[in-house]
């Protein structure tokens, strides 16, 4: 058995102590304890790396979230449409969507609701035609540039119709206006009943900021009163708004002069109330992992828009793909998942989390006729701040998947008879990113650790070969 030890001793006496091998074990201890510290630094320590790999979901759909903010468009006109290769093709997404009114300065005003199917306006038929309807005359004038302004002035209270002689909606509405001021001549209102070519006097409606045809509008004082007319279009429900209104005068007028100085419980005047036409569309929706759109567009049932004055100037307050992970609010805030996200990301590089990029800007366009068209590749990224075994399962504590974007926006032009839209292209990439921390193995390091203890005696001990026999005293 003693013959196959690779360990055998020399006897002491035959050994020899010197200085200069003193000096060399001295140099072998403060070697190794540096490369010892190091080593062991260097294993703790761990490093961020990434690999691609196939995108291994097999989910059919993915939530897309959303929220922004039109600048120039009412509520009443934003519809959210989404289309994607599969032949999908919806109109007008109302499930978990909803509308906020602005005001002037971009602040939620009036919560327009869960976005709705818009309901669709009762319209009057009518036995006689325009053209005989104006035998006895015309009872809603024809305005003009010149005599617009001054109609205004003649009549203290006005209703005006803004219209394009190509609108479907207008053409049904025609013989019901000649009737409806019929009416207001007959009962003796003290109302004017106009209308206005939009098509032949286009600058004008550019003024009055008509959007959408027809548009039914009240003047006040020569002041235009929102906001404007748009429940049923027949006879009878025009004249009932119109009686409204002048009630509404009356008691105004009434109690102004019963009590000049007194302000408390002022009946309304029939002024108009700030209308600024800004609208603040958010929610998500579940779109398919197949490249596809979802763009807002100026649209209405009951309306043929304006392409000359729709302007889709919008901010992107927010947009992603996946879970909402960002601008949650409080409450979801402190969901375990919620901590253990926070946990994670504050583990990642900034280059790692693009998974909103598009957040708080703005999307300019300073001429009629044209949008911003955003487009964006999605891609799947898995973040694995555990082991560094490799991709870890959804569920592991240290491991989330989310998805990360890369985007380009530019603006596209439009024919003028087009409405344009604010369109966001987006594309899944068939490819994951896997993003994890990276650190050495154990047995890795004790491998180095007895590289550098055999290394550093065995070189040291060359040396002090070396050393001893040049230096070493010759016998005579």
């Known amino acids: 058995m003693a013959s196959m030890d690779f360990y055998r001793r020399v006897p002491k006496d035959l050994t020899e102590a010197t200085s200069l091998g003193a000096i060399m074990s001295i140099a072998a201890i403060a070697v190794m304890t540096i490369l010892f510290l190091s080593e062991t630094i260097a294993f703790a320590r761990t490093t961020m790396g990434t690999a691609i790999t196939l995108d291994e979901n097999d989910q059919p759909q993915i939530r897309l979230n959303f929220n922004i903010t039109l600048m120039d468009l009412h509520c009443d006109f934003v519809s959210v449409d989404v289309w994607d290769t599969l032949g999908t093709n919806r109109q007008n997404v109302t499930k978990n969507i909803e509308k906020w009114q602005l005001d002037e300065e971009g602040q939620r005003r009036i919560f327009s609701g869960r976005n709705r199917e818009q309901r669709e306006v009762v319209h009057e038929e009518h036995e006689e035609t325009l053209e005989e309807l104006h035998e ?13 302004q ?4 003649d009549h203290d209270m006005a209703f005006i ?12 509405l025609h013989p019901t206006w000649e009737k409806f001021g019929e009416q207001v001549h007959e009962l ?8 206005v070519n939009c098509v032949t006097y286009p600058q004008l409606c550019k003024d009055q900021r008509v959007m959408a045809f027809p548009t039914l509008r009240w003047y006040k004082d020569g002041q235009m009163i929102l906001p404007d007319y748009k429940m049923d279009r027949t006879v009878d429900a025009l004249v009932g708004y119109t009686k409204r209104k002048l009630e509404m005068e009356e008691k105004y007028k009434n109690w102004a002069e019963n009590n000049p100085s007194d302000k408390r419980m002022k009946p309304p005047a029939g002024n108009s109330r700030p209308e600024h036409p800004g609208c603040q569309v958010s929610g998500h ?7 596809g759109n979802f763009h807002i567009e100026a649209k209405s049932v009951n309306h043929n828009l304006n392409a000359a004055m729709t302007n889709l100037t919008h901010r992107v307050n927010h947009l992603s793909f996946g879970e909402p992970i960002t601008k949650l609010a409080p409450h979801m805030e402190k969901t375990p998942f919620m901590r253990k996200v926070k946990r994670i990301l504050k583990q990642v590089p900034e280059e790692h989390k693009q998974f909103n990029p598009m957040d708080d800007k703005e999307y300019i366009t300073d001429k009629f006729h044209q949008a911003y068209h955003h487009y964006i590749k999605v891609v799947s990224t898995q973040l694995n701040m555990g082991s560094s075994r490799g991709a870890e399962s959804f569920n592991d504590v240290n491991s989330i998947s989310v998805y990360q974007m890369l985007e380009q926006s530019q603006i596209v ?5 087009n409405v344009p839209e604010a369109r966001f292209s987006y594309d899944m990439s068939p490819m994951s990113v896997v993003v994890q921390k990276e650190g050495r193995k154990w047995y890795d390091y004790l491998t180095s650790l ?12 060359l040396i002090d070969a070396t050393l001893y026999k040049i230096f070493k005293p010759k016998k005579l």
């Open 285 to 291: 929706l579940m779109v398919n992992r197949v490249p």
């Open 450 to 461: 007895c590289a550098i203890i055999g290394g550093t005696f065995t070189t040291l001990g």
């Open 136 to 148: 006895d005359g015309e009872q809603a004038v024809e305005l003009t540039p010149d005599t617009f």
């Open 413 to 417: 032009f439009y024919d003028e008879v």
């Open 161 to 172: 119709d803004m219209y394009a002689p190509w609108c479907i909606w207008c053409q049904r």
């Open 188 to 195: 003796g209102m003290p109302v004017g009943v106009g209308k």
């Open 150 to 153: 001054g109609f205004l002035n």
